[in-house]
């Protein structure tokens, strides 16, 4: 998979990790930036990039690997790709 931006690795990791755990916005939002400042620019930054994260499975032909829950709360479709941990 190829990501528009280093952000976009770096929130499709961290989702991998919660194992399709639905995580929120304000949570990605830390990760990202490790602030707390919450800003419209901020937000709409978050959902840019599970677009994009969206878009590249959406180009190799898996979609729906994003599940989320009033567009607030994102995790993995655990129904669409297989984690293995070694």
Same mark, same amino acid.
């Given at each position: 998979?190829?990501f528009k ?5 770096e929130?499709?990791?961290?989702l991998?990790?919660?194992?399709g755990?639905?995580?929120?916005e304000d949570?990605?939002r ?6 707390n400042e919450?800003t ?5 930054s978050?959902?840019? !990039?599970i677009?994009?994260?969206?878009m ?9 690997? !994003?599940i989320?829950?009033n567009?607030?709360?994102?995790? !993995?479709?655990?129904n669409? !790709?297989?984690?293995?941990i070694i």
């Amino acid at each position: 998979i190829n990501f528009k931006r280093t952000q976009c690795k770096e929130t499709f990791a961290y989702l991998i990790d919660k194992r399709g755990t639905l995580v929120s916005e304000d949570e990605l939002r830390f990760l990202l930036w490790s602030e707390n400042e919450d800003t419209e620019k901020k937000r709409r930054s978050v959902r840019n !990039i599970i677009s994009d994260i969206r878009m590249a499975f959406k180009a190799c032909g898996v979609e729906d690997v !994003i599940i989320n829950n009033n567009k607030s709360f994102y995790g !993995i479709n655990k129904n669409k !790709i297989s984690i293995k941990i070694i």
